[in-house]
């Protein structure tokens, strides 16, 4: 007996997968770490969290390991961090004044030189 190829129906779980993937709710790092220090208080099993908030169990386990995997780096003394892009514009802005006074002083050092 021949087996029907399955196209049609792994074609509409992979579209019913990339529709859900496509509205799944985005959580702020604001929200992130509302939800994180909730579960720490204990007012409420994690399990109830997670229902009331709408996620899973496994991504509750994973922001509170990143939250404390960072602040265990921070108590270490490890306090590298992104730059915001204010910071990394005003680097920039800061950075060409500095190339700019360079290329003056080298020009009046070669003028004098040349004289």
Request: with cysteine; charged share 30%.
């Amino acid at each position: 007996m021949r087996q029907k190829p399955q196209t049609c129906q792994t074609d509409a779980a992979k579209a019913v997968k990339d529709i859900r993937q496509a509205t799944r709710k985005q959580y702020s790092v604001e929200e992130k770490l509302s939800i994180v220090l909730e579960g720490f208080r204990g007012d409420e099993t994690n399990v109830e969290l997670c229902c009331r908030e709408g996620i899973a169990q496994s991504i509750y386990c994973k922001w509170s390991k990143e939250f404390m995997e960072a602040g265990k780096w921070r108590l270490a003394g490890d306090t590298a961090r992104a730059a915001s892009s204010g910071e990394v514009s005003a680097l920039r802005r800061e950075a060409c004044e500095l190339k700019v006074g360079v290329a003056e002083q080298t020009l009046e050092l070669w003028l004098l030189k040349k004289a």
